[in-house]
C-alpha cells in the first residue's frame, strides 16, 4: 500500500515515473487493470474537476466507485472526519480519496488507517494530483523540466497549487516566480512584476482568488484586479511566441483571465483537465500495486 499524500515525499525518479504512467493511459492503456477493486472518494469540501476525474478514472480502471455525501452522512449527527475515515477502511475498501479544508488532515490518519490514501487537496498546503497534472501538461509542450521560466500570478498565500507546485517544480530545475497583489503575497517566494512576466515567461499560470479561504474582503475590487493582474488579449500578443497559459480552474472569467483568453491558441486549460484523468489513473495503480 502507498499513500500519495505530497510531492515533497516522492524522488524525482517517483515523480517522472508517474508521469511515464499517465502518458501510457493517456495512449489507451491500463483500462480495467484494477478490476474488482473498490475506491471510496471522500470529498469534504466542493469539487468538480478532482472528483469527477478521479471518478473517471476510477471506471476506466475498472474499480467499484463509492461517492461519499458528507450532507447525507452521519457526520450530520456529529460523526468525526477522523470516525468517518476510519467508517471506510473497516469496510475494507482499496483505496480513500480524500479532500478536505484541513492542512494535513492526513496526519491523524498516518498509523492508525492502513487503506492507501490519495490526498485531493488538503487546505492551503498540497494538491499533488494538481501538481502532476501539470507537470505533465508542461512535459508534453515542452519536452523537459529543466530552465523553463514559469509565473504563477494572483493568490499565492492561500493556494495549495501554489505552494505544491512551486516546490515540485523548483526541484525539477524550473526558474519560477510568483506575481499578484500584495495582499496575497506569500514572502517565501521570489516576485516578479507582471507585465514582465507576461513578456518573459514560458509559462504564465494564473489561479483563482481564493475568497473561501480569506478572513477579510478582497481590498481590490474584481475590475481593478483584472486591470492589473488579469490576462488580457492584449497581454497574450506580448507573450513569447511559444509561451503558454495555464490555470487549475475553477476561473473567474473576466477577473484573473479574460473571457477571450479562456480557450485561446496558448492556452492549455482543457489539456490540463483532460490529463487530470490520467495522472489520476497512474496515482491510483501506484496506491494499489501489489
Ligand atoms: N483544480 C481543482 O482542484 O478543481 P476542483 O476544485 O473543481 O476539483
Redesign the pocket.
Known sequence: MENLLNLKSCSIEEIMSLLQEAEKCRQGNYMDSLKGKIVANLFFE??????YSFNTAEEKLGCKVINFNASSSSMQKGESFYDTVKTFSSFQVDAIVI?SSENEYYKQLLGKIKTPILN??DGTKD?PT?SLLDLLTIYQEFHHFEGLKIAVVGDIKHSR?AHSNIEIMERLGMDVYCSGPQEFKDEEYRYIEFEKAVEEMDIIMLLRVQHERHEQAMKISKEEYHQQYGLTMERVNKMKKNAIIMH???FNRNVEIADDVVECEKSRIFKQIEN?VFVRMAALRRSMRG
Request: hydrophobic share 20%; net charge positive.
Open positions: 466542493p469539487s468538480t474537476r478532482t472528483q479532500r485531493a487537496g494538491h494538481q497549487v487549475p480552474a475553477p487530470g
